[in-house]
């Protein structure tokens, strides 16, 4: 069975500072997709990224970034100069490639982003 | 924006009462999901349908039922709502059982308070 962890509960920073996500996962397949999702306070799932197993390019868009590493089964997010527009909880997902297994979640981390 | 919508958005039930949510897309995806989201658990699966009158239990299906009978309304059904049944449940659809596409799309949430 897939599973994925999300060790930090909640993580609380200051404006401007980065911030680190971590997310770790479980699969015994080898073709696989991650995703991130976030969920601000009015409560919607707003997609994120998705990544390909077989692709391990880490990817930046503006002040988010990602970096995949198979490895560690470790897919973490990095925000860059936080603003309090992040403050939201965010969820790391994983799905396989093949077959009808729905996708399954992390817990979330909540990310407090203090002016 | 997208096409699919979750209703009634939000529900005050007496424990015992029999209560059902709906989801209507307006996609034509053949996949559609039911999860529940309580604090310090993340988005848990409580049935999908991967077709018409198709459906499979989730991680946490006990309580629940549910029924598709045409490709865009998937109903949940609590049989005899408790407590243990309040949380925000979300609606997801999906044009592929994997994560070939981007994923899931999300309906926009219906908090339900069993009382």
């Known amino acids: 069975a897939q599973k994925v962890t999300q060790a930090q509960t909640e993580i609380s920073v200051v404006e401007k500072e980065d911030v680190t996500l971590d997310c770790v996962y479980e699969t015994r397949d080898t073709t696989y997709y991650l995703f991130w999702y976030k969920q601000p306070p009015s409560g919607e799932l707003v997609f994120l990224i998705r990544?390909?197993?077989?692709?391990?390019q880490n990817e930046i868009s503006g002040r988010y970034s990602w970096n995949f590493q198979k490895s560690t089964s470790s897919f973490n997010f990095t925000i860059t100069a936080s603003q309090v527009v992040d403050s939201a909880v965010y969820f790391c997902a994983l799905i396989l490639n093949s077959g009808n297994t729905p996708l399954v979640f992390g817990k979330g981390t909540r990310l407090s982003v203090i002016a | 924006d997208a096409g699919i919508t979750q209703s009634p958005r939000h529900k005050v039930t007496e424990t015992g009462t029999p209560v059902t949510l709906r989801c209507h897309q307006t996609e034509n995806h053949r996949y559609m999901y039911w999860y529940r989201q309580d604090p310090g658990h993340g988005l848990r699966l409580i049935h999908y349908?991967?077709?018409?009158?198709?459906?499979d239990k989730g991680e946490v299906s006990d309580g629940y039922s549910v029924s598709r009978s045409k490709t865009e309304d998937f109903l949940l059904t609590l049989e005899s709502a408790t407590s243990s049944q309040t949380s925000v449940y979300f609606c997801a659809i999906s044009e592929t059982g994997t994560g070939v596409n981007y994923g899931y799309t999300f309906g926009s949430g219906t908090r339900l308070t069993v009382v």
């Open positions: 349908s991967y077709g018409v009158k198709d459906t």
């Open positions: 990544r390909n197993s077989f692709d391990e």
